[in-house]
């Protein structure tokens, strides 16, 4: 086994969270904050805005059963990587999508795929996903970690978190966990 982690910012890291939990070959998740200005930010303290942390999601996984190319694919097929500071009705730059690499190979892919996805025109509007080294990282609340599968009938669990996943299930099937 061989684990590589990559953390990820697509909007409210419940709904990234809620998919990754699922994904063959990772290991572990955990939500959380990263590449912000203070130290120990709470999450009351990231929803000002004024922070400039993002959600995140730390998703580790065993490159000998999915590779990083495919970690990216399932990030960008279940949120929208062409809103700025914005996923659905949750708006602000902690909500920004983002792929904050460990190392420069993980910055090469990124980019690879960002701009194979440009270059095909897989969406309408141009990719907005910011690629950046990982800094100051730091978990999110203990209430946060495993939300949707701990609240699954919660109001924004139901609306929003759920078809993220049922959009996940029916697109990669060949990736979800048995």
Known sequence: MTIESITLGGGCFWCVEAVFELVKGVTKVESGYSNGKTSNPTYEDVCSGTTGYVEVLRVEFDTNVITLKDILH???ATHNPTTLNQQGNDMGTQYRSG???ENEQQSLIANQIIKE???QNIFDQPIVTEVKALEKYSPAER???NYFKNNPNQ???SYV?????AKFRKGFIQWLKP
């Open 155 to 157: 109001g924004y669990c």
């Open 74 to 76: 399932i990030f960008f």
């Open 117 to 119: 996805f440009s270059n």
């Open 143 to 145: 209430y946060h970690q």
């Open 99 to 101: 792929i904050y690499y």
């Open 161 to 165: 978190v759920a078809p993220k996943v």
